[in-house]
């Protein structure tokens, strides 16, 4: 890892206003991801424009195919396995509710098609989201039934403060371009004692692949947390970590960018060959030592995903 000296065109750190930076990784696109000497936030610097960054996601989702663009996978993934993300958003609830004791209003940042919300609706919730795609917005509204979706960033919403009981950020902090403003942002939306859920790709997983973890990859990724790191800035934001976790880490630990195609698995229809599909994964899984291993990481601290409830102070 070599060392930077201060330049003009570096921002200082958004956690911690340091200056002084080491190189984690460049990345194929040309960006750099740093950390920061004073605190250990990683982060891309110098930033993209926020321009940029909006066409990086737009082109991303929307993608140079016209027929088959990301966002219409997206869609047709959770609805093709309905079941198995339903498991997810009902874990999600129930972590929640345990924390906050009762149903109440729930505002999903980055909510994509409001597959989350429509299942937090159907629990007995009173769900609003937000998001910039407004393919993703129209779906929700014509095909999910949903009413409360807004298009657009957080800043154009017109919410009322300490309006909401929970804010939930599946997989957004981490391309925000200021995320302790933001987060700023959402303290005031939520009541006294309101609960904010946080899921992002953990950095200390990067502990043995370091330059070559998946997580590093995303060019729409420009924020990169542990659990310390994320927790400071919630701090400087006005909140209070309540529960904090760790899952999957065999997703990353071993797994480079150099060895990941993304490509879409397809199993088969017909019943025998989709058992036999079933067999080589769960025969692979067995024999593979990071699924008994995994389990003693994630408590560690160590996997892919970090997991956080925190409450308004």
Not at 50 to 70: A, I
Request: net charge positive; proline share 4%.
């Amino acid at each position: 890892m070599k060392e930077n000296n201060p330049q003009n065109s570096l921002l200082p750190c958004e956690s911690c206003e340091g200056k002084l930076f080491s190189t984690v990784c460049d990345r194929k696109d040309g960006s750099v991801i740093v950390r920061c000497g004073q605190c250990g936030l990683e982060f891309v610097n110098p930033l993209p424009s926020e321009e940029s960054q909006k066409k990086t996601y737009l082109r991303d989702m929307k993608g140079d195919n016209e027929k088959d663009p990301y966002f219409k996978e997206y869609i047709e993934e959770r609805t093709e396995r309905g079941k198995s993300f339903d498991k997810v958003y009902r874990t999600r609830l129930e972590l929640i509710e345990s924390f906050h004791g009762k149903k109440g209003i729930l505002l999903d940042l980055g909510c994509g098609a409001g597959f989350f919300l429509q299942y937090a609706k159907n629990r007995g919730w009173n769900g609003h989201g937000l998001d910039i795609l407004p393919e993703y917005i129209n779906y929700g509204k014509n095909t999910l039934h949903l009413e409360n979706l807004h298009c657009g960033p957080l800043e154009s919403a017109t919410y009322e403060k300490e309006s909401f009981d929970v804010v939930t950020l599946w997989d957004l902090i981490e391309h925000l371009q200021h995320p302790l403003t933001y987060l700023r942002g959402i303290q005031k939306l939520l009541r006294p004692g309101g609960l904010m859920v946080i899921w992002t790709p953990n950095n200390k997983n990067a502990v043995y692949l370091k330059d070559q973890w998946t997580g590093y990859w995303p060019r729409q990724h420009l924020y990169f947390f542990s659990r310390d790191t994320l927790g400071h800035l919630l701090g400087k934001a006005g909140f209070k970590i309540l529960d904090c976790k760790t899952t999957k880490t065999k997703k990353g630990l071993l797994l480079s960018q150099d060895s990941l195609d993304f490509k879409k698995i397809l199993k088969p229809d017909r019943w025998l060959a989709r058992s036999l599909f079933a067999a080589r994964r769960d025969l692979k899984n067995f024999l593979n030592p990071l699924t008994y291993l995994s389990p003693l990481l994630d408590r560690a601290g160590y996997g892919f995903n970090l997991l956080v409830i925190a409450s308004r102070q």
